[in-house]
């Protein structure tokens, strides 16, 4: 990556390979260590930091944990110049016209079916509370989930595709990402602690593969990736699990298949951590 400074430009190398394992420690070591506490010593901690809950600082910092370490990484091999290389890839948002209504539309049907095949309704049930306190959540899970996305995508998925071909750089995170989710199954009172964790792995795993192509088509953009994670806490959509795990693995493989030039090859695949807003490395 190449910056202009006065008159001259610095030469500000990538973030090298092995750096991806660094944040794979520092995320679960943040992550694990907080909700670890209130596993392990409930009474005290809840004495002690207040009843965990969604609005608890110390869940925001545990979901922040993959953008929290790759900002840290940044900031140490890119200085703010590496900085705003990164930030600049959330406004890379040119991608196929069927990614997108794959993202906006597909998705929310998927929800939707899984509900029907379980018996479920149509929509998640308004809360007592009316449809403005669900209006309220979806705007907080703007600033959940989709900001994983900095490190999911941000960092490990172009690293990982510098050694191994995309689909296999997704099943890689995806199965990371599902095991960093495992002490929320321990966790009283969040909706894990009722789901299966099987069918949640392999449901991470799917949506880690269903969303490679669509970071890899945006050239490694950033706002198709969080879009989509935030269709998928969406507090409009039904609770569809596991029937909507199976038809995204359907859905996945027929993806793969459809895209098997570029998922099972390295062509095309973004590998620049410091790229610009056009997608290129500096």
């Not at 299966?196 to 050239?219: D, E, H, K, M, Q």
Request: hydrophobic share 55%; charged share 10%.
């Amino acid at each position: 990556m190449t910056v202009a400074t006065g008159s001259t430009h610095r030469r500000i190398d990538d973030i090298p390979s092995l750096a991806v394992i660094v944040f794979f420690l520092l995320t679960f070591a943040i992550t694990w260590g907080l909700i670890s506490v209130y596993i392990l010593v409930p009474e005290w901690a809840t004495r002690t930091f207040g009843e965990i809950s969604g609005a608890h600082p110390f869940f925001f910092v545990a979901t922040w944990a993959p953008a929290i370490s790759a900002f840290v990484l940044v900031v140490y091999f890119g200085g703010v110049a590496g900085l705003k290389a990164f930030l600049s890839r959330v406004f890379l948002w040119r991608c196929s016209r069927g990614w997108v209504a794959f993202v906006l539309v597909g998705v929310p049907l998927v929800f939707l079916a899984g509900s029907l095949w379980k018996g479920g309704p149509l929509l998640a049930p308004v809360p007592p509370e009316g449809v403005g306190a669900m209006v309220a959540v979806l705007f907080m899970m703007l600033f959940l989930g989709p900001i994983e996305e900095f490190g999911w995508r941000g960092l490990a998925q172009p690293i990982l595709q510098r050694h191994m071909a995309p689909l296999w750089a997704g099943v890689l995170i995806g199965t990371i990402w599902g095991v960093w989710h495992l002490p929320a199954f321990f966790l009283s009172g969040t909706v894990f602690a009722g789901w299966n964790f099987l069918p949640f792995l392999v449901g991470n795993i799917t949506l880690a593969v269903l969303v490679t192509p669509i970071f890899n088509r945006s050239g490694g953009g950033l706002f198709w990736p969080m879009l989509f994670h935030w269709q998928l806490i969406n507090p409009f959509w039904p609770d569809a699990q596991p029937y909507d795990t199976w038809i995204l693995v359907v859905v996945a493989a027929a993806v793969v298949w459809w895209n098997r030039d570029t998922m099972l090859s390295r062509k095309g695949a973004a590998t620049e951590v410091f790229a610009d807003a056009s997608g290129h490395p500096q």
